[in-house]
């Protein structure tokens, strides 16, 4: 019998974090981060690392939003979207004249965001000459125009956000060491949606709330929707719910045509109850595998069968895979186990297991 009874969403709280939604203990450690470095006495530099569509952008203007800054502009560049012979002008500006099409002085994102925040997104993609010219900005706190004579003096607050790993880069000789330890004074990672699952309700309630305004219908889960949204792994993250509540709120808004063939939008008072057969096929439960007589399975087990120290065993081999193949890296190693960093320490502690011990590196 299918459970249709509706989860009713929750408003979100009315204060800087609330584009920042989620009550599980993982995002709570994320807010409390927030809070602290909102209260830092200083302007630190802060690194926000997580897979792609985790929210670092979002999260980046919520500490500008709780900064003494926040009457002042926040920029955002996209490291990875623009090419590397743009994108030194992009960032520092240029005067008239100083390359074919210059026509007049044009300010860089630096310049624009002077007494506010600039996140440089995906920095990890930054070319390496580059990277030298955004040190110098860090330590200086001025930058050089293209075809200017004199540096500019800045006061911006530098946030840099990247889904890669940039130790490693640093190692491969992609990314400059004293560059990283510039930027990597506050490190934030954000989590996975998929280790955060009991937030995808009120997530899902939130950007329903978001497309309401606009005059979508109002979109609201079953606890049947609601249990197959949370059982999915979301590779996407928090970007691809965002997606799918708009694709839902699409599909149920469209409920007939006109004379004109043309279809037209319900009014926006209409509620849409989403049940399991309203998401798309890969968001549905997988059948479960049928079941078997307990008779059957004990022949399958051996005397002395222990399940507790089979997982236990499992799970260990898994975790000294992971540190081997990172290089003893724990934020990769987690990445490559699918959980979080906080997650694996606990681990490391629960099974005595130190990242020195020489069989967990490749090169002994």
């Known amino acids: 019998m299918k459970n249709n009874s509706v989860i009713k969403p ?5 204060d800087f974090s609330s584009q920042l939604i989620g009550q599980s203990p993982v995002w709570k450690q994320v807010l409390s981060d927030i809070h602290k470095l909102a209260a830092a006495p200083y302007m630190a530099t802060l690194l926000l690392t997580g897979e792609t569509g985790t929210g670092k952008e979002v999260v980046a203007r ?19 979207a623009i090419p590397a012979d743009l994108l030194e002008s992009v ?11 210059a026509l007049h002085r044009t300010p860089g994102r630096f310049m624009q965001a002077d007494g506010g925040t600039l996140l440089l997104d995906e920095v990890g993609d930054m070319p390496l000459p580059l990277q030298a010219k955004i040190l110098r900005v860090l330590q200086e706190k001025e930058v050089d125009i293209v075809g200017g004579r004199e540096p500019y003096k800045i006061d911006v607050r530098i946030i840099a956000a990247t889904h890669q790993n940039l130790q490693n880069l640093v190692i491969q000789k992609r990314f400059r060491e004293d560059l990283f330890y510039r930027l990597n004074v506050y490190p934030i990672e954000l989590p996975p949606l998929r280790e955060r699952k009991e937030d995808v309700p009120r997530l899902f309630a939130f950007f329903a709330q978001q497309l309401h305004k606009k005059g979508f219908p109002e979109l609201q ?11 999915y792994e979301w590779p996407g993250n928090v970007r691809e719910l965002n997606n799918l509540v708009q694709r839902l709120a699409i599909s149920q808004g469209c409920i007939g045509t006109g004379e004109d063939g043309d279809a037209f939008m319900a009014q926006s008072t209409k509620i849409c109850c989403i049940a399991p057969e309203h998401l798309p096929s890969n968001y549905r439960g997988i059948p479960a595998v049928p079941s078997r007589r307990a008779s059957d399975l004990t022949t399958d087990l051996p005397n002395g069968f222990c399940l507790d120290k089979v997982l236990n065993l499992s799970e260990i081999h898994y975790i000294k895979t992971a540190i081997r193949a990172s290089g003893g890296n724990i934020s990769q190693a987690a990445r490559l186990l699918g959980i979080h960093r906080t997650t694996l320490n606990s681990k490391l502690v629960k099974y005595k297991i130190t990242i020195q011990d020489p069989m967990l590196h490749p090169s002994f």
Do not use: I, W
């Not at 919520?62 to 990875?80: G, L, Q, T, W, Y």
């Not at 960032?91 to 099409?101: I, N, P, Q, S």
């Not at 889960?221 to 059982?231: I, V, W």
């Open 221 to 231: 889960l079953t606890e049947a929707a609601r249990n197959q949204l949370e059982a």
């Open 62 to 80: 919520a500490v500008h939003e709780a900064s003494d800054r926040k009457h002042k502009s926040f920029m955002a560049v996209n490291c990875a």
């Open 10 to 14: 929750t408003p979100p709280p009315k």
């Open 91 to 101: 960032l520092f500006g240029y005067e008239k004249g100083a390359f074919t099409g």
